[in-house]
């Protein structure tokens, strides 16, 4: 069974700059999950998808962060203008229910300079 | 507030020296306690779900155990592959959507 998967894997940017993250879940898997991960620290939610619709989004930065999954199935999440305080690893999970194990995608480090 | 606080933050054993990684939390009705292994540059991978005070699950060298304020890894006879960043994360049930709160890891090394 294939993972999750994104791309791209590293992305370095300009503060300012606009840059976007794209996630493909487990065949099957319902729920899509953003989560923000700073070195040194556990990841953090940014946001929760239920098929396409949003669950969580209360940690989110709505001013600067954006995400979508239209089809139920791919995601993006966008950064526009990126601060420098977002450089972190942005981790995309997913699973078949709300409540069952996530299974997380291999992580995009972002560097704003 | 959910909050999960690991220690310790860095934890270094010789192989085969066994030892306990420690996951102290607070949760308005807990779901689940979560544990998973990350190694650099990779994603955390899926390692037990525990649900219940005085439930024990078993992985090869790792055990993981749960009460109702603290879980605990037990790691024995490491070997220097077990070397990795271990999360705790818990999932609280009432009006909780099921998403995690992690603690912000404890990274073993293992020396051969």
């Known amino acids: 069974e294939a993972g999750v998967a994104q791309s791209p894997r590293y992305k370095i940017i300009e503060k300012r700059q606009s840059v976007a993250f794209w996630c493909n879940p487990i065949?099957?898997?319902?729920?899509l999950y953003w989560y923000q991960q700073i070195l040194g620290q556990g990841p953090k939610l940014l946001i929760q998808?239920?098929?396409?619709?949003?669950?969580?989004d209360s940690q989110l930065p709505k001013d600067r962060f954006s995400a979508e999954r239209l089809k139920g199935v791919d995601s993006t999440l966008k950064i526009q203008p990126a601060k420098l305080e977002d450089s972190a690893v942005y981790l995309c999970?997913?699973?078949?229910?709300?409540?069952?194990?996530?299974?997380f995608g291999p992580g995009t480090r972002l560097t704003v300079l | 507030e959910d909050q999960v606080t690991q220690s310790p933050e860095a934890l270094r054993l010789q192989e085969g020296e066994s030892s306990s990684l420690n996951c102290s939390y607070t949760?308005?009705?807990?779901?689940?306690l979560f544990w998973y292994r990350q190694d650099p540059g990779k994603g955390p991978e899926f390692l037990f779900t525990?649900?219940?005070a005085g439930e024990e699950k078993e992985k090869e060298r790792l055990k993981a155990t749960l009460t109702k304020k603290e879980s605990f890894l037990h790691i024995t006879a490491p070997k220097p592959e077990d070397s990795a960043t271990y999360l705790c994360?818990?999932?609280?049930?009432?009006?909780?959507?099921?998403?995690?709160?992690f603690g912000q890891g404890t990274t073993l090394q293992v020396k051969p």
């Open positions: 999970a997913s699973s078949s229910g709300s409540y069952n194990e996530q299974f």
């Open positions: 065949s099957g898997h319902a729920t």
């Open positions: 998808f239920q098929n396409n619709g949003v669950v969580d």
């Open positions: 949760v308005s009705g807990l779901r689940g």
């Open positions: 525990l649900y219940s």
């Open positions: 994360a818990v999932q609280g049930g009432y009006g909780n959507t099921g998403k995690l709160i």
